[in-house]
């Protein structure tokens, strides 16, 4: 509960086939639910750093190639 408070929900991607799937879907049952921060499918990822601050929220489309230079930066005390 207290890491999507921290960050909400930042949306699908839409490029992505799975992506475009999951904002559809969703649409279709609340045309209002980006708006909200719950976690809306598996393998949403939070990056958060050695302080215990919330970076990053990654979506389940996200790739590990989109993940990387915020893991970088953070690895590199750049966050």
């Known amino acids: 509960m207290w890491l999507k408070s921290q960050k ?32 809306k499918w598996n393998f949403t990822k939070f990056l958060v750093s050695k302080d215990g601050s ?9 790739t590990a190639v989109d993940m990387e230079p915020a893991i970088k930066a953070a690895l590199n005390g750049k966050d």
């Open 54 to 62: 919330v970076l990053q929220r990654f979506e389940p489309t996200a």
């Open 8 to 39: 909400g929900f930042c949306g699908f991607n839409t490029e992505d086939k799975i992506g475009k799937f999951l904002d559809e879907r969703f649409k279709k049952q609340d045309p209002d639910y980006a708006k909200n921060p719950d976690i």
